[in-house]
């Protein structure tokens, strides 16, 4: 249900993933977005590129490190990854209305833990 929600929005896997790491985490690097959504330097370029061409986003130069170039969301971006994730937060209440409160509390903390796991796993990537 997840993946046709974000393909109706006419969006890929990779650019909703971008989208949603600008509206929780502000603008970024693109070479951190590239590495917190797990794609090389060559595909998050791709992505930006799709993403700022669909007027989602916009690049600016980093006004620390005019080498680098921050992507930002931009009024229309922050709407639709806004309005999407309304959607998913009614879909995920949905697919947990079954539990009770303490048990969503544990499944929250559980998949937190996971998380924070996974994300120390991962191998440190070299910049290219």
Do not use: W, Y
């Not at 970024?28 to 998050?44: D, E, M, Y």
């Not at 995920?92 to 499944?107: I, V, Y």
């Amino acid at each position: 249900m997840l993946f046709e929600s974000i393909h109706s929005l006419g969006l890929g896997l990779s650019d909703f993933g971008v989208l949603e790491l600008l509206l929780h985490k502000g603008p970024s690097p693109v070479n951190a977005l590239g590495q917190k959504i797990r794609l090389t330097s060559g595909s998050i370029s791709i992505a930006i590129d799709r993403l700022e061409k669909k007027g989602l986003v916009e690049r600016k130069d980093d006004p620390e490190d005019r080498r680098s170039r921050i992507v930002h969301l931009t009024a229309q971006g922050r709407k639709l990854i806004e309005c999407a994730f309304t959607e998913h937060a009614a879909a995920m209440e949905h697919a947990t209305s079954g539990l009770s409160a303490t048990e969503r509390a544990t499944a929250i903390r559980i998949l937190k833990k996971l998380g924070t796991k996974a994300a120390a796993l991962q191998p440190k990537r070299s910049a290219v």
